[in-house]
């Protein structure tokens, strides 16, 4: 049974597993989108849009916060100066899709884009 499991090892241990992801998310906000295995993508999902909900709130805390997570200084100013105000009308969550692609050549393994959503102005009403 997996009673209060709530994430996914990825097949590393702790430290490992928060610096990928970290970096993954770093390499996301500069991007816009990265292409990854589904089930790193639906993890990476998890640690990004706690990130951005965090960095929507601005203050010193949030800033801490997010620097103490994702150790990534252009990532983390970028996050703060044009992704969080891009989301500020929101709800919290949504940020981010994930596009399947199919199986990966060599050894099968399902893929997947994930990206940063782009809202226009008649989703938000």
Known sequence: MRHHVDHRTLGRYGSHRRLMLANMAASLFLNGQITTTVTRAKELRRVAEKLITRARGGSVHDIRV???KMPHKQAA????AEIAP?????????YTRIVKLGARKGDGSPMAVIELVERSDEEKK
């Open 77 to 80: 100013t970028k996050l703060f």
């Open 86 to 94: 891009k989301y500020k009308d929101f709800d919290k969550g949504g």
């Open 66 to 68: 997010v620097f103490s």
